[in-house]
């Protein structure tokens, strides 16, 4: 993945809850005396940023008293979706009379989509008072996080297809975690996080098809019909595909509960909690570079 697609796309991060962003650019070119390809450079990228975060928190400082924190619920859900659709090609794939065929424009730069969820919830509870408490007990915490996207790339052309560097890559990450945490450092006093209840889930899916080729079906000495080459019966080429197609998927998730107690005749409790993680990455990827070329002479 090049360095180019994730400094452009990071220049245009938007930090929104939900972000569906859909994305439909085509390029044809209109066969002439000259053969003009129609390019596409630097467009449909797509940057999407989710970012959320819950706490919680009580502190007690005094003799005999107490920080509660418990019986809480926090929850964060959050979804990017980009779907992405570039087309570069000619419009008639047909031959002028001066011989030039039509072709698939350039694409470069284009359709990278980068998506990124971050999700934390925090709750704690401090105690540093003598014959005090430090409750974090009870409570609920989850995240719920997905990225999807889907790129569709294709320059397609009368004699050949266009070439297409640097473009429908995609980078998803998805960062999600939970702590809950009570200490006390008072003389005889206690630190309780029991019967807490923490999930993620998460999960990243992209689905990515680039293709580069000549599209012609037949050769004709007369040069002048729809979707035919003239009577030299040249090939129909593929154009190159160089740093594309490229997905890198990454999901981290962590759950955190803590008690402790560091005052004489004291206590630290962590029981009775239940935490749970899932995660997906699925990549389905399909790039092609070839020709179709079928000879009907007159």
Same mark, same amino acid.
């Given at each position: 993945?090049?360095? %180019?697609?994730?400094?452009?796309?990071?220049? %245009?991060?938007?930090?929104?809850?939900?972000?569906?962003?859909?994305?439909?650019?085509?390029?044809?070119?209109?066969?002439?005396?000259?053969?003009?390809?129609?390019?596409?450079?630097?467009?449909?990228? &797509?940057?999407?940023?989710?970012?959320?975060?819950?706490?919680?928190?009580?502190?007690? /400082?005094?003799?005999?008293?107490?920080?509660?924190?418990?019986?809480?619920?926090? /929850?964060?859900?959050?979804?990017?979706?980009?779907?992405?659709?570039?087309?570069?090609?000619?419009?008639?794939?047909?031959?002028?009379?001066?011989?030039?065929?039509?072709?698939?424009?350039?694409?470069?730069?284009?359709?990278?989509?980068?998506? /990124?969820?971050?999700?934390?919830?925090?709750?704690?509870?401090?105690?540093?008072?003598?014959?005090?408490?430090?409750?974090?007990?009870?409570?609920?915490?989850?995240?719920?996080?997905?990225?999807?996207?889907?790129?569709?790339?294709?320059?397609? $052309?009368?004699?050949?297809?266009?070439?297409?560097?640097?473009?429908?890559?995609?980078?998803?990450?998805?960062?999600?975690?939970?702590?809950?945490?009570?200490?006390?450092?008072?003389?005889?006093?206690?630190?309780?996080?029991?019967?807490?209840?923490?999930?993620? @889930?998460?999960?990243?899916?992209?689905? &990515?098809?680039?293709? @580069?080729?000549?599209?012609?079906?037949?050769?004709? %000495?007369?040069?002048?019909?729809?979707? %035919?080459?003239?009577?030299? $019966?040249?090939?129909?080429?593929?154009?190159?595909?160089?740093?594309?197609?490229?997905?890198?998927?990454?999901?981290?998730?962590?759950?955190?509960?803590?008690?402790?107690?560091?005052?004489?005749?004291?206590?630290?409790?962590? @029981?009775?909690? /239940?935490? @749970?993680?899932?995660?997906?990455?699925?990549?389905?990827?399909?790039?092609?570079?070839?020709?179709?070329?079928?000879?009907?002479?007159?």
């Amino acid at each position: 993945m090049s360095s %180019h697609f994730i400094e452009m796309i990071l220049r %245009h991060k938007r930090i929104i809850p939900v972000v569906v962003a859909l994305v439909g650019i085509a390029a044809y070119m209109i066969p002439t005396n000259s053969l003009a390809l129609a390019a596409i450079t630097g467009s449909g990228n &797509v940057a999407q940023t989710i970012s959320q975060s819950n706490s919680i928190s009580a502190t007690n /400082t005094g003799k005999y008293g107490g920080a509660f924190a418990d019986n809480n619920l926090q /929850t964060n859900t959050a979804s990017n979706s980009a779907f992405v659709s570039l087309v570069s090609g000619s419009g008639s794939g047909g031959t002028t009379w001066s011989g030039y065929v039509g072709g698939g424009g350039s694409i470069k730069n284009s359709g990278n989509v980068l998506q /990124t969820i971050d999700q934390s919830n925090s709750i704690s509870a401090s105690n540093t008072g003598d014959f005090g408490t430090a409750s974090a007990s009870g409570n609920t915490q989850s995240n719920d996080a997905s990225n999807t996207a889907s790129v569709d790339i294709s320059s397609h $052309g009368g004699k050949h297809g266009g070439s297409i560097k640097d473009s429908g890559n995609v980078l998803q990450t998805i960062d999600q975690s939970n702590s809950i945490s009570a200490s006390n450092s008072g003389t005889s006093g206690t630190a309780t996080a029991d019967h807490n209840t923490q999930s993620n @889930s998460a999960s990243n899916t992209a689905s &990515v098809d680039i293709s @580069s080729q000549g599209s012609n079906n037949h050769d004709n %000495h007369n040069g002048d019909s729809k979707n %035919h080459d003239n009577h030299n $019966g040249d090939k129909k080429k593929s154009g190159s595909i160089k740093d594309s197609g490229n997905v890198a998927q990454s999901v981290s998730q962590s759950n955190s509960v803590s008690a402790s107690n560091s005052g004489d005749h004291g206590t630290a409790s962590a @029981s009775g909690n /239940t935490q @749970s993680n899932s995660a997906s990455n699925s990549a389905d990827v399909h790039i092609s570079s070839n020709s179709n070329h079928k000879d009907n002479k007159n």
